[in-house]
């Protein structure tokens, strides 16, 4: 019996498989591969913060490090910091997800900068763009350098006002507000037990043996309701009260808004910083005009403007404890005013020298490759 000819031209066919295309594939990888990473750090992120600061810190005493392939190793030392500022962004938007951290009560620092980072779009960007300006600042010197001594310095003092910019736009932003060092929110201390699975786990995978986990006292064990799932804090132990209290205790800054924990500077205030804003600017700019290294001139300069930024600083019952803090850091970085220009040359050089001769080859060497740099890069004693 033969078929109808139009039996094929009737029958329903199967439809046709839509082929995804490459080009959509292909961009939707690196998105995924960003999540996956994130998740990562975010599990692991007391080993990552340890691998970071070992290579920071290898990066600092490499042999022949400044003199020789100085390009190369400050692209390594440049390509961390920079790493380690995104890590710092994926940690803090998995912060609810550690819970070691999400119980902890934060610095004033950290509150301040998390308060302007997620309140204004503005401050986040200009403060991110000051951050790897900051990091990246000696390898766009030594870059320069290879161009001569006029590209070197225009480069110096364009990055100068890079960051003096960002700065007064920062102050403008937060209404007149002292600046805070760093601007962005700093990397809060990991406790080595967050991540303790995940160090057995790769223990076990390298063969090692894994130490077991001392069981805690009493004391020290939560106590998980079974109905709600929460956890009621430990007992403290009966010979620490004193510091179980008090690490419980709140201060006024704990509960202060985070706008208020640094007050609206007044026009002497403002002016002192505004002083402190510009000064390496002026001081780079009458560097590059100074043709001795000797001369006093761009020294005297410069440090008088931070001298002065001090002295006109508001002080008194209005200061904060945030404002104090960062003050403390601007002393200890006034310090590098010490390795700077006439000062360096005519008397810290001489007593470097005298100390690095008594030390053994090893450290002698090191120190030699930091005098090399001290004495070439504007950036490498800058604050």
């Avoid at 490459?22 to 990888?29: A, E, K, N, Y």
């Avoid at 340890?50 to 005493?61: C, F, G, H, W």
């Avoid at 480069?155 to 007149?176: G, H, P, Q, W």
Wanted: glycine share 4%.
């Amino acid at each position: 019996m033969s078929l109808p000819a139009d039996h094929f031209s009737t029958s329903p066919s199967r439809p046709a498989k839509k082929s995804q295309n490459p080009i959509q594939s292909l961009f939707s990888m690196p998105p995924k591969w960003m999540h996956m990473y994130g998740d990562f750090i975010t599990k692991n992120s007391h080993q990552v913060s340890q691998i970071e600061s070992a290579l920071r810190s290898l990066t600092y005493i490499i042999p022949g490090r400044f003199r020789d392939a100085e390009i190369a190793s400050e692209t390594l030392h440049s390509s961390i910091q920079l790493l380690s500022l995104y890590h710092d962004a994926v940690l803090r938007g998995a912060i609810t997800r550690i819970p070691a951290l999400a119980s902890k009560i934060p610095s004033p620092h950290t509150r301040y900068t998390r308060f302007w980072t997620a309140k204004s779009r503005i401050y986040r960007r200009i403060a991110l763009l000051l951050q790897i300006v900051q990091y990246t600042e000696l390898l766009w010197e030594m870059a320069a350098k290879r161009k001569g001594e006029k590209v070197r310095w225009r480069v110096v003092i364009l990055l100068e006002v890079i960051k003096a910019i960002c700065r007064l736009l920062l102050m403008r932003v937060t209404n007149s507000r002292p600046l805070v060092t760093p601007a962005l929110p700093e990397r809060d201390p990991i406790p080595p037990d967050v991540d303790q699975d995940d160090g057995d786990a790769l223990k076990e995978l390298m063969g090692e043996e894994i130490n077991p986990e001392p069981a805690r006292a009493t004391h020290e064990k939560e106590w998980t309701m079974p109905r709600t799932g929460s956890s009621l804090p430990s007992l403290p132990n009966p010979g620490d009260i004193s510091s179980y209290l008090m690490g419980r205790v709140l201060t006024a800054d704990d509960i202060k808004p985070a706008a208020k924990l640094l007050n609206t500077l007044s026009r002497p205030g403002q002016t002192a910083e505004i002083l402190h804003i510009i000064s390496p600017l002026v001081y780079a700019i009458a560097l590059s005009q100074s043709k001795d290294k000797k001369s006093w001139a761009p020294w005297v300069i410069g440090f008088s403007l931070e001298y002065a930024a001090r002295q006109m600083r508001d002080r008194g019952l209005r200061s904060t404890v945030l404002e104090n803090e960062e003050w403390g850091k601007r002393y200890w970085a006034a310090g590098w005013w010490a390795m700077r220009g006439a000062f360096y040359e005519n008397f810290t050089k001489g007593m470097i020298t005298g100390v690095r001769r008594r030390m053994p080859s090893f450290v002698s060497g090191i120190m030699e490759d930091y005098e090399y740099l001290w004495e070439n890069y504007y950036f490498s004693t800058s604050a």
